[in-house]
């Protein structure tokens, strides 16, 4: 690896140890193997290096939301809203989840202009990339329409997720009384 890949590598163990805002470019480096000059030649500052980090990190929690392609029921299904809602919540339930440091990262919101724009990006993508786990299909085909609609509404449910299982794991909803809740807001709608 060269030091851009050692940064990215050294700068994810030191989010999932320490967090955004308590990880230093030297914590960085310490843990790369490589030196002060790599991060700004490489990334321009230490917060993009992280932001970085932190993306690649979401990107590859895909495989754990799939639970290795075993998912029930049709596309948009409710076995299949279930089966996927238990394969993200199982990954919040981790010792070290990464999902408590997005928490850190949406706290930190303005005092970082450039991470965060860097993020909303990210979000966007994210919302993209969610709904063929849901609904089917590929990333490549969902419209913008799907991602304002839809893949919003899914992220906001994630987030509310992050938010109980790290403040109150002991009462966080599992994935079934997700999907009963949904059946009684169909329901309350006229839906069946």
Same mark, same amino acid.
């Given at each position: 690896?060269?030091?851009?890949?050692?940064?990215?590598?050294?700068?994810?163990?030191?989010?999932?140890?320490?967090?955004?805002?308590?990880?230093?470019? #030297?914590? *960085?480096?310490?843990?790369?193997g490589?030196?002060?000059?790599?991060?700004?030649y490489?990334?321009?500052?230490?917060?993009?290096?992280?932001?970085?980090?932190? $993306?690649?990190?979401?990107?590859?929690? &895909?495989?754990?939301?799939?639970?290795?392609?075993?998912?029930?029921?049709?596309?948009?299904?409710?076995? #299949?809203?279930?089966?996927?809602?238990?394969? *993200?919540?199982?990954?919040?339930?981790?010792?070290? &989840?990464?999902?408590?440091?997005s928490?850190? *990262?949406?706290?930190?919101?303005?005092?970082?202009?450039?991470?965060?724009?860097?993020?909303?990006?990210?979000?966007?993508?994210?919302?993209?990339?969610?709904?063929?786990?849901?609904?089917?299909?590929?990333?490549?085909? $969902?419209?913008?329409?799907?991602?304002?609609?839809?893949?919003?509404?899914?992220?906001?449910?994630?987030? =509310?997720?992050?938010?109980?299982?790290?403040?109150?794991p002991?009462?966080?909803?599992?994935?079934?009384?997700?999907?009963?809740?949904? #059946?009684?807001?169909?329901?309350?709608? =006229? =839906?069946?």
């Open positions: 690896m060269g030091h851009r890949e050692d940064l990215l590598e050294g700068a994810k163990r030191c989010l999932l140890a320490k967090g955004f805002l308590r990880t230093t470019a #030297r914590d *960085i480096v310490k843990e790369s490589t030196n002060l000059a790599s991060i700004g490489h990334y321009g500052s230490k917060d993009a290096l992280l932001a970085q980090a932190y $993306v690649e990190m979401v990107e590859g929690m &895909s495989d754990a939301f799939e639970g290795g392609g075993e998912l029930r029921g049709e596309p948009g299904s409710l076995e #299949r809203f279930t089966d996927v809602w238990a394969n *993200i919540i199982g990954t919040m339930r981790e010792p070290g &989840s990464m999902w408590r440091l928490l850190e *990262i949406v706290a930190m919101g303005d005092q970082l202009p450039e991470v965060r724009e860097h993020l909303a990006r990210a979000q966007r993508e994210g919302a993209r990339g969610i709904l063929p786990l849901f609904l089917g299909g590929h990333e490549a085909d $969902v419209t913008d329409e799907q991602v304002d609609t839809a893949g919003y509404f899914y992220l906001t449910m994630m987030m =509310g997720l992050m938010a109980q299982w790290t403040f109150d002991e009462h966080a909803p599992e994935a079934e009384q997700l999907t009963a809740g949904l #059946r009684r807001v169909i329901e309350a709608a =006229g =839906g069946k």
